[in-house]
Nanobody, 127 residues
Framework: QVQLVESGGGSVQAGGSLRLSCVVSGYMTRPYYMAWFRQVPGKEREGVATISTGARGTVYADSVKGRFTISQDNAKNTLGLQMNTLKPEDTAMYYC????????????????????WGQGTQVTVSS
């Protein structure tokens, strides 16, 4: 049973930075892909960034390109998300996700491709 625990959320003013971390444990085989999603009340969960754990390819949502960086530390079993130049529209609950099945469409940041989720960490950006 894969377990994901996020940390690092908080409140920041627009233009500021935050770094989210997700500790991954309990897997027999390393997940193929890891990702960060976010969700605001009343809206669907949307993909922010994803990484292929083997090839280390990365994909970002257009809304965060150039501002966010996803990373993985295999030695620490940790997934990171460095968020710079934050905007009020980045305010959301951020979730770490893991995919234990291979998908040819992993780069599309689809919720359906990820089968394990963390509990979420809140990010609030004030103007």
């Amino acid at each position: 049973q894969v377990q994901l625990v996020e940390s690092g959320g908080g409140s920041v003013q627009a233009g500021g930075s935050l770094r989210l971390s997700c500790v991954v444990s309990g897997y027999m085989t390393r997940p193929y892909y890891m990702a960060w999603f976010r969700q605001v009340p009343g809206k669907e969960r949307e993909g922010v960034a994803t990484i292929s754990t083997g090839a280390r390819g990365t994909v970002y949502a257009d809304s965060v390109k150039g501002r966010f960086t996803i990373s993985q530390d295999n030695a620490k079993n940790t997934l990171g998300l460095q968020m710079n130049t934050l905007k009020p529209e980045d305010t959301a609950m951020y979730y770490c996700a893991a995919a234990t099945r291979v998908s040819a469409l992993w780069y599309r940041l689809r919720v359906i491709d990820f089968d394990y989720w963390g509990q979420g960490t809140q990010v609030t950006v004030s103007s």
